[in-house]
């Protein structure tokens, strides 16, 4: 057995750079609650030492896998440390992680009990800290790959098994050296790059979007056709503009209206209203994060306070994460419960729920809608329902919000969010769990039992409005 895992994996070699980050994996077998048996037990730790180090800001550690046969790779963040979050104690896909934080040492560790975790996963870390110059700076570390080998093939000798492994131990601190080097510049290139990409793909899925449901409208008929043609023509003078204004030097300017066509017009609002046009990007005054406003459903004025569309953002998040909200206004995203409270709380808002399942759109539209504070736990509050898609809601009316790390559900004996792999105000459990895993059936995908059963829909946008 020790021999196997020799040939697969770097055992016991810390990966460290120059920073002093190091990431390496324990060779003692453990033993887990429920009598599971670990296959490995990673460690990702910095220790720092002024002038080097001064404050560490963040810790992560993430998955690279890949199946064998397939040459596309995922990388996923498994967990986090910061001053905001310095003690984890979680389950992640399988994996135990424990963590701790200090400003001047971070460590996860991470519990391998599945041996393709073993065998074929790759484990890097990464820290963002203030070095005792006051400079910003990251440090990498990785360890693990998927080995090029069949995993039936092994060598018979102790010989042999040293010398795979030294040939494997200069392999990693070779690439791991190569990726410390690359590291600030592709972070630097891929931050621009995402910035038009993500604007791109946002409008081509607005503008798919609005091509499908106008065409199910028009019925083949000539006038109506001839109405989404010109919408169309509109909608792709303003993608122009919006490309344009990235791109150019300075950026976005708040007040910019200018349109690349009589009639259209790029519109930045502080306040998300019912108004004539195609698209608004909200920028908040007093600084807040902007938001999007849909002005063409039913009238407008709808902000968008979540999205499932591609399956690119990991929704499986913690509380403080969810509080705060993640992912990208231009892909799929949670606006942040903080936010919502604080919409909601400054008015009386409706609710409405588009979705898609299979062939079939729907919608699910609520009279009123809020949701608690933190303290409340997020309380959510609903009025009447009316729509297409049936009233997957009303089980979870007044039910506190839940993550995998906070169980508030109503369940005596399980964490709903755990077990179905999301979050959301789960009762015992959930009709509707639209925040869970992409894709996944038997229940722990983003579903609306209502319009899809137990299986995952394949779109989902959630939107508030603020009656008048």
Known sequence: MLKSLLNI?????????????????????????GDQQTCGVLHCL????????????EMTV???STGVGTESRRRRAVASLSERQPVVSTLWDGIKVDGTWSKQEAELTLYLVEKDDCRLAEFSCEVHYVDG???????????????????????????SCTTTTNLMQLSSLLQQSSSTIQITTTQLQGRLEDKVRDLENRLEDKISALDVSLARIAGGNPTVEGSIDESLTSLKAVTDKLLSIVERPGGLEEDDTSGTEEGTRLVWQTTCERREGNYQMVVPNGGDAPYLCDIQTEGGGWIVIQRRSTGNVDFYRNWSTYKKGFGSLADDFWLGNDKIHALTSSGSYELMVNLRYGNVSAFARYQTF??????SKYVLHLGRYDGTAGDALAGHK???????????DAHNTSSCAVVYRGAWWYNRCHASNLN??????????PRWSTLSGAEPVDFSEMKIRKLS
């Open 9 to 33: 994996f770097i055992l016991g070699l810390a990966a460290q750079n120059a920073k002093g980050l190091e990431v390496f994996l324990d060779l003692d077998v453990k033993v887990l609650p």
């Open 62 to 64: 993430f998955k690279s």
């Open 370 to 375: 809020s949701i608690g504070d933190e303290a």
């Open 46 to 57: 910095e220790k720092g030492k002024e002038p080097r180090l001064s404050l560490i800001r």
């Open 436 to 445: 869970g895993e992409w894709g996944a059936s038997n229940y722990r995908g």
């Open 398 to 408: 007044e039910m506190h919000f839940s993550t995998y790390d906070r169980d508030y």
């Open 133 to 159: 110059y006051q400079e910003e700076r990251v440090s990498f570390a990785q360890l693990g790959r998927r080995h090029t080998e069949s995993a039936g093939t092994h060598s018979s000798s102790e010989e």
